[in-house]
């Protein structure tokens, strides 16, 4: 899988071969049909492992601080975990058309939207502010800034790029006692992850 | 140009074939080659279209609407015009590496920075604005968005998801009286088009 996710995450779906993932992997042509029957089946393990990544978000003060960890944590994780960049690859990849990549785009949206859901509850949303419509906005935007920070060849700006994000959108839709406490700053994922792992050594 | 165009637009720069774009186009293999080289030729010709679309802003009451209209009108071209179709497609494909595909992202940067830089000299942009920070994130966002429509069949939706992305971006950075006189609602493409046709016309 993790072969398979570095091959994608350099090449792109069209242009990987499978012997080249072979060979990163170090098994025989028996050993991945095996388990995999084809490219495709490969591709879609990895997609899924992306599906499967969706993180359960860590309790904050507030939910919007939450809202601001999905983008912000997994912007951290994309610089540490390959199978995660490979899937994005394969998500925002529009070559092969054999694979669904609709749906990190719904997992992503749905979670985005039962966080946002939660904090519009708890009176953190500005009145107006419509969840069901701005979940989706903050998917499709993140997905494009990943997709330039790519093109520009610079993957690492993903941290910048999301914080940038979240600092220019939550004025229109989060109070502003709330907004003032939220931490959108570059690093705030390595920040989040690192509470957390914290609290559970000291649990 | 535009049965090149289609064909990327359908099936992506990978799996384009040239024959397809000859049967399409009623052209002879003879008569393409005398103008293009390659694929990669033809591909460059469909990215290079969208570069020298990138439109003069019309003159608006505010730069903030000039600024507003680039992504607005272009999302009403997208339903229009088949080879600015192609052209996105390639641009946002990450399949074929030998295509630079950061071109179109460093235009539509640059012209959106000129008409922020101008908004803020009138003095419409809120004080902490940084006009270097907003242009690159208007673009790919704005890419994401046209992705994700695509991944999710209705291209037709970006003229609904551009407004959003407005909607939700100016807050952060238009000064009040400015933000109160955008149009920033669906169909501002077709409008902005319509009324700069009237104005010829009576010219």
């Not at 060979?23 to 495709?40: I, R």
């Not at 790519?150 to 600092?167: E, G, I, K, V």
Request: charged share 20%; glycine share 6%.
């Amino acid at each position: 899988m993790e072969a398979a996710a570095t091959v994608f995450d350099e090449r792109g779906y069209e242009a990987a071969k499978l012997t080249d993932i072979l060979q990163l992997a170090q098994v025989t042509k028996g050993a991945l049909y095996f388990h995999f029957h084809s490219k495709e089946d490969l591709a879609h393990a990895v997609i899924d492992a992306q599906v499967s990544a969706v993180p359960v978000p860590m309790p904050q003060v507030s939910k919007l601080q939450e809202f601001v960890d999905i983008g912000m944590v997994f912007a951290h994780r994309l610089t540490t975990d390959r199978v995660l960049r490979g899937s994005v690859r394969l998500t925002l990849d529009q070559g092969g058309n054999e694979l669904s990549r609709s749906g990190p785009y719904r997992e992503w949206t749905e979670l985005n939207l039962r966080v946002l859901n939660e904090a519009k509850e708890r009176g953190e949303l500005l009145p107006h502010a419509d969840t069901e419509e701005v979940a989706p906005l903050v998917v499709g935007a993140y997905a494009g800034l990943n997709l330039m920070s790519q093109a520009l060849n610079n993957p690492a700006d993903m941290d910048r790029w999301a914080s940038s994000l979240y600092r220019h959108l939550l004025p229109s839709i989060a109070v502003p006692a709330v907004l003032a406490m939220l931490d959108m700053e570059q690093g705030r994922g390595a920040r989040a992850l690192a509470a957390a792992e914290a609290a559970t050594t000291t649990a």
